[in-house]
Nanobody, 121 residues
Framework: QVQLVESGGGLVQPGGSLRLSCAAS????????MSWYRQGPGKERELVAT????????NYADSVKGRFTISRDNAKNTVYLQMNILKPEDTAVYYC??????????????WGQGTQVTVSS
């Protein structure tokens, strides 16, 4: 069974930091592109950060560039999101996403249940 389990969310003050973790199992993690998405209250889900299977290439939403860092440890089947200088607008449920190309033109995609991040003074 495929599982993506997020952890590390919580309540922090503006300017604070959190480190989210996503533990993966049940699929070839090391051959999957991993991403973090988030969905704030009354907002659509948006892509926050992506990291390739090797872990060398990353990209970020403009709103988090310079503050967030995505990383992965393939030996531990875990992807992380280090969030620094948090702002109230970062408040959202953060979701872990895995995407893997099975064959040409066919991909598998998996989602975690999400972890709440609340930034408030």
């Amino acid at each position: 069974q495929v599982q993506l389990v997020e952890s590390g969310g919580g309540l922090v003050q503006p300017g604070g930091s959190l480190r989210l973790s996503c533990a993966a199992s049940g699929f070839p993690f090391s051959r999957s592109v991993m991403s973090w998405y988030r969905q704030g209250p009354g907002k659509e889900r948006e892509l926050v950060a992506t990291i390739t299977s090797i872990g060398l290439l990353t990209n970020y939403a403009d709103s988090v560039k310079g503050r967030f860092t995505i990383s992965r440890d393939n030996a531990k089947n875990t992807v992380y999101l280090q969030m620094n200088i948090l702002k109230p607008e970062d408040t959202a449920v953060y979701y872990c996403n895995a995407q893997r190309k099975v064959t040409t033109g066919t991909t598998d995609q998996y989602w975690g249940q999400g972890t709440q991040v609340t930034v408030s003074s």
